[in-house]
């Protein structure tokens, strides 16, 4: 039965003739026929396949007089809600006007269960009963739950749960005597403010409309009630209610074709049973005067019949709509759509006139009774498709009950999959029981505390709730912000109730937009929007939002579950909302990848490597200090000794708002370190495979450096730090406009072909601009003489040297040869395509040039040019996962067995090396009179003697064989071999002010690196 249904349903419904099937001709007398008799019935072809189907369709068929054929064609309203009056109305034209059909609008569902065996038992015919519920019959009917509109299921990537939710309304539907739902709306909705679509559409991506409706379609199929695609030939680019005049779509048929019909194209080749015909004035389908698409041949016979190949039932939006009522009335709506092609007509303005009208345009020729004929089988076969060959009782026992059964869980499922993280500016999500603070929740339009407040307050018990209903005016706006901003350290906002079209703000109240506009600009505050996301347009600037699409109890649960971090962010915006929040958007985070090797690291007490716990409990002590005194919001310390992790701790906050506190996990901008942890580390393991040699020059790799003097610096030289290179160029300032502002030429607010290179959030660089810069180094001056000048320069072109050498981008040959091997998670380039902005401990609130607050994008303006890849800058991590790097080092260059760069280009490349500096062939190295009792052993000139602790580097007790790097973001790493130690330090000192030198004058690092060696001394 379920295959004969689908195949049904794919258009078998015309009882023509076909290849392989004998016909006979009715023997009706055409010169008997009086007016209202068919005519010329013996040139009908009646398709006979000596089955069941074709039997009982001519047994009915033969059944029916004149009228009662034309009144197959027809669809009344019916209502379980307006009592006898209607009733009465509906009876008679089931007794006396022997209408095809009954759709269904509001009511019960028991009530219409009543209704629905009453005139399926007086009906001379079976009565086809049709829905519009597109969420189910929770749209229609109280007491059975609303599924969520069509708009949630377009921000869910797995098509499977729109199968699921057609299955469910076929189930609904089947288990209510209802053959047919008037579902899914197949509309392409690129306009927002579309009135009568928006959010019943699958969104604004044609592809994801079709794909989604398609498993809509085939969910509701597979359970035996026929799906209607609608509104052909597409109503999602209108801003007129068709319901409530005639909408005008003055597209090119180009146009339609590549946009609006491809939905329609496929779900005629995936066998929908049906396509309802909108009234709209297409020009380029047919530019006759007040003619809608419903009632236009060319729509629907040139068009969906012939072009399109359409073969299933086609039925028109309600006559009884002013897009078409307002031409037409009294049963002459639905003459005009018969002669168009249509198969059934919804709610004409009467039953009868319809019947009397359609027979006036017989008489007139206008259509045959043959083609009346070929319809009224048609949708006779339908029926037959439908189970109406026999007698169905719906049984009311556990009626509401069994419509509910599924709709809990497959909404929970659809939510769970839907929420969309748009933004996260403030790294707020995801909170948890320890996030540091006072917060509170404001349910914005509620009346009562809601389940996403229950919710909350159920995982967090110390949150504090408030209400804002709709009813409250503007004057008591500032009131509520002020108390928030006094008491709470965030503010997580909830907006309910509002509309689901875009007349008049959605219904959003002035008072209503204030507060949440108020409370975004003046706190750090999450906003949940539960509803229509197009609402989201008047919350573009939020600094970290969710779109939750719908209201319910089971969207606030998970919507609450999301926000602290019960549940991840899965959801894809379906449509554009503003221009901050494109089609597409969506924040998903990745799992951590799983480590690659086996950790040899383990944490042990440190009297079993020979040190002494309470000396390095005063570590505790220099963090505590550090944060107090305001030299860094927070840090991670790692220590290790023999290669056992003795020391492992986190200290503070990512800011000074102490939001969010520094874990484990967080991942630090290392700047400078970059230079060792990804150009040195690759610099040395070309070296071992004989690719780059350090007395070979820079013209040897870089093409665009010949001709130029560059071309003849050694190698040797650039790793040194002596080539003569100046120590950085200002990119950025020659791109900046009049008050420091980025030039609109090269930058732009978007990524497309021509900006593609990340310089921050909503700042693109022009992708040519690269040439640019390379061009800027190789025109710089060059130190007359030779000496050391740090400078980033010089390890800008030894990242382009591993790039030209390789054949791939540094962050992916570091990864490749290095990270992953190791199993180093967090340790890359770029980290927001990886992780969550929670994960990322921010940098500087930049006021020149990026303007804004810089977290997840390297802090480096000139690494920030590159794309954040570059050979002096742009490398995150977190301490463990550095510690895992520098123990490989200190083991020689092998780790759990595997040999990544031989022990004597470490002990080459770690020595010193130069006679102008302590430097290494890219390690920086203690300083060289760190021995001396005094720093150069008496008193500089115009300084008072400083003591050696504070002038050593990187501290006074660190052996000559030491090697590591600093950052200028608050970062170092240091091992030493002498001692079998290791120490990394990450902060994020430049937040929120980058000239802030508190890190450096305290001593912090150097003090902190010092205490591993008294701890050493004290452990013996």
């Given at each position: 039965?379920?295959?004969?249904?689908?195949?049904?349903?794919?258009?078998?419904?015309?009882?023509?003739?076909?290849?392989?099937?004998?016909?006979?001709?009715?023997?009706?007398?055409?010169?008997?026929?009086?007016?209202?008799?068919?005519?010329?019935?013996?040139?009908?072809?009646?398709?006979?396949?000596?089955?069941?189907?074709?039997?009982?369709?001519?047994?009915?068929?033969?059944?029916?007089?004149?009228?009662?054929?034309?009144?197959?064609?027809?669809?009344?309203?019916?209502?379980?809600?307006?009592?006898?009056?209607?009733?009465?109305?509906?009876?008679?034209?089931?007794?006396?006007?022997?209408?095809?059909?009954?759709?269904?609008?509001?009511?019960?569902?028991?009530?219409?269960?009543?209704?629905?065996?009453y005139y399926q038992s007086i009906s001379k015919t079976p009565l086809m009963i049709a829905i519009d519920g597109e969420w189910g019959l929770g749209m229609r009917l109280d007491s059975v739950i609303a599924l969520p509109r069509n708009l949630m299921l377009?921000?869910?990537?797995?098509?499977?749960?729109?199968?699921?939710?057609?299955?469910?309304?076929?189930?609904?539907?089947?288990?209510?005597?209802?053959?047919?739902?008037?579902?899914?709306?197949?509309?392409?909705?690129?306009?927002?403010?579309?009135?009568?679509?928006?959010?019943?559409?699958?969104?604004?991506?044609?592809?994801?409309?079709?794909?989604?409706?398609?498993?809509?379609?085939?969910?509701?199929?597979?359970?035996g009630v026929m799906a209607c695609a609608k509104h052909f030939p597409g109503h999602g680019d209108t801003d007129v209610d068709s319901h409530l005049d005639l909408p005008t779509i003055r597209k090119s048929r180009a146009q339609l074709d590549s946009l609006e019909l491809y939905p329609f194209r496929e779900a005629i080749a995936a066998g929908v049973g049906g396509i309802m015909i909108a009234h709209l004035y297409i020009p380029a389908i047919d530019s006759t005067p007040n003619t809608p698409t419903s009632i236009s041949y060319k729509a629907v016979t040139g068009l969906l019949k012939q072009e399109l190949g359409y073969k299933g039932i086609i039925i028109t939006d309600a006559l009884e709509m002013k897009g078409i009522a307002k031409f037409y009335t009294n049963g002459e709506e639905a003459a005009q759509s018969l002669l168009a092609g249509n198969d059934m007509m919804m709610l004409p303005s009467t039953a009868e006139g319809s019947v009397d009208a359609i027979k006036r345009a017989i008489r007139k020729d206008l259509i045959s009774w043959d083609e009346v004929n070929l319809r009224v089988k048609k949708v006779l076969h339908a029926k037959y498709q439908m189970g109406l060959y026999k007698p169905q009782v719906i049984d009311l026992n556990n009626l509401t009950s069994d419509l509910n059964a599924a709709s809990d869980s497959l909404t929970r499922r659809i939510s769970e999959n839907a929420l969309t993280l748009l933004k996260n500016d403030n790294h707020l999500i995801p909170f948890n029981q320890h996030t540091p603070g006072k917060v509170a929740v404001i349910a914005v339009g509620a009346d009562v505390n809601n389940a996403f407040v229950q919710t909350i307050k159920a995982i967090r018990p110390d949150v504090t709730s408030y209400i804002f209903t709709s009813r409250q005016d503007v004057n008591q706006v500032g009131q509520v912000v002020e108390r928030l901003k006094h008491d709470y350290q965030a503010v997580i906002i909830g907006l309910h109730n509002y509309g689901r079209r875009?007349?008049?703000?959605?219904?959003?109240?002035?008072?209503?937009?204030?507060?949440i506009q108020q409370l975004q600009l003046e706190m750090p505050s999450v906003t949940v929007v539960f509803g229509n996301p197009y609402a989201i347009q008047y919350f573009c600037e939020a600094p970290t939002i969710i779109a939750a699409y719908?209201?319910?109890?089971?969207?606030?649960?998970?919507?609450?579950?999301?926000?602290?971090?019960?549940?991840?962010?899965?959801?894809?915006?379906?449509?554009?909302?503003?221009?901050?929040?494109?089609?597409?958007?969506?924040?998903?985070?990745?799992?951590?990848?799983?480590?690659?090797?086996?950790?040899?690291?383990?944490?042990?007490?440190?009297?079993?490597?020979?040190?002494?716990?309470?000396?390095?409990?005063?570590?505790?002590?220099?963090?505590?200090?550090?944060i107090k005194k305001k030299a860094a919001p927070g840090c991670q310390i790692v220590v290790m000794k023999d290669g056992k992790i003795v020391y492992d701790k986190n200290f503070g906050a990512y800011d000074y708002s102490k939001r969010e506190a520094v874990t484990s996990q967080s991942i630090y901008d290392l700047a400078s370190v970059t230079k060792v942890c990804a150009t040195t580390m690759s610099v040395m393991r070309l070296y071992d495979e004989g690719k780059l040699k350090l007395d070979a020059t820079l013209g040897d790799y870089l093409p665009w450096v010949v001709g130029s003097n560059k071309a003849g610096l050694r190698i040797r030289d650039i790793l040194l730090h002596q080539a003569g290179l100046v120590p950085f160029i200002p990119f950025y300032k020659e791109t900046l406009m009049d008050k420091g502002v980025p030039d609109t030429a090269l930058y732009h607010s978007y990524a497309d072909s021509l900006y593609?290179?990340?310089?921050?959030?909503?700042?693109?660089?022009?992708?040519?601009?690269?040439?640019?810069?390379?061009?800027?180094?190789?025109?710089?001056?060059?130190?007359?003489?030779?000496?050391?000048?740090?400078?980033?320069?010089?390890?800008?072109?030894?990242?382009?040297?591993?790039?030209?050498?390789?054949g791939k981008k540094l962050n992916h040959y570091v990864r490749e040869t290095f990270y992953?091997?190791?199993?180093?998670?967090?340790?890359?380039?770029?980290?927001?395509?990886?992780?969550?902005?929670?994960?990322?401990?921010?940098?500087?609130?930049?006021?020149?040039?990026r303007r804004q607050w810089i977290r997840g994008d390297v802090h480096d303006p000139g690494a920030a040019m590159f794309g954040g890849v570059a050979g002096h800058a742009g490398l995150f991590s977190n301490a463990e996962d550095l510690a895992i790097l520098m123990q490989m080092l200190l083991n020689g260059g092998t780790y759990n067995g595997k040999q990544y760069i031989k022990s004597e280009t470490l002990q080459l490349f770690t020595s010193y090396n130069s006679n102008v500096s302590r430097r290494g062939l890219g390690f920086d190295k203690p300083e060289k009179d760190n021995s001396k009792e005094e720093v150069k052993g008496k008193k500089k000139k115009g300084k008072s003697k400083k003591s050696k602790s504070e002038d050593a580097y990187p501290c006074k007790s660190a052996s000559p064989l030491t090697y590591g790097h600093t950052g200028f973001t608050g970062t170092c790493i240091w091992v030493d071999p002498q001692s079998k130690l290791v120490f990394i330090f990450l902060s994020n000192r430049v937040c929120p002010d980058g000239d802030n030198p508190k890190l450096g004058t305290m001593h912090v690092r150097q003090n902190m690196m010092e205490t591993l060696y008294e701890a050493m001394e004290n452990g013996k």
């Open positions: 039965m379920k295959q004969l249904l689908i195949l049904g349903f794919a258009g078998l419904f015309l009882a023509g003739s076909a290849p392989g099937t004998s016909t006979r001709i009715n023997p009706s007398n055409p010169d008997k026929a009086g007016p209202d008799k068919p005519r010329h019935e013996n040139k009908i072809p009646v398709l006979r396949r000596e089955s069941p189907e074709d039997h009982w369709v001519d047994s009915v068929f033969e059944s029916l007089n004149a009228d009662e054929r034309i009144a197959q064609l027809i669809m009344i309203r019916a209502h379980s809600n307006l009592g006898i009056d209607h009733v009465n109305k509906i009876v008679n034209d089931i007794k006396d006007n022997k209408v095809g059909g009954l759709i269904f609008f509001q009511g019960g569902p028991v009530r219409q269960a009543l209704l629905t065996n377009g921000a869910v990537k797995d098509s499977t749960l729109a199968y699921d939710y057609g299955r469910i309304l076929g189930q609904q539907c089947r288990r209510l005597g209802i053959h047919m739902d008037y579902a899914p709306d197949m509309d392409v909705n690129n306009n927002p403010n579309n009135p009568v679509i928006n959010d019943r559409s699958f969104g604004q991506d044609k592809y994801q409309v079709a794909r989604l409706g398609i498993q809509t379609i085939k969910g509701m199929q597979d359970q875009p007349a008049n703000s959605f219904g959003l109240s002035t008072a209503e937009r204030l507060l719908e209201d319910d109890d089971n969207t606030q649960r998970a919507a609450a579950r999301q926000l602290f971090g019960q549940l991840q962010p899965k959801g894809k915006l379906p449509v554009t909302v503003c221009s901050n929040f494109p089609y597409g958007t969506g924040i998903v985070p990745e799992p951590l990848p799983k480590l690659a090797a086996p950790l040899e690291l383990s944490h042990v007490k440190p009297e079993s490597v020979g040190m002494n716990s309470q000396t390095l409990q005063h570590l505790d002590v220099l963090a505590n200090e550090m593609s290179v990340r310089v921050a959030e909503h700042l693109y660089l022009k992708s040519t601009y690269t040439d640019t810069l390379f061009r800027r180094i190789v025109e710089s001056p060059l130190k007359p003489s030779p000496g050391y000048v740090y400078s980033d320069n010089d390890f800008i072109l030894l990242g382009e040297i591993v790039e030209q050498i390789t992953e091997p190791l199993g180093m998670t967090t340790t890359g380039f770029k980290p927001r395509e990886r992780f969550s902005l929670s994960q990322l401990a921010p940098t500087e609130n930049e006021r020149t040039f």
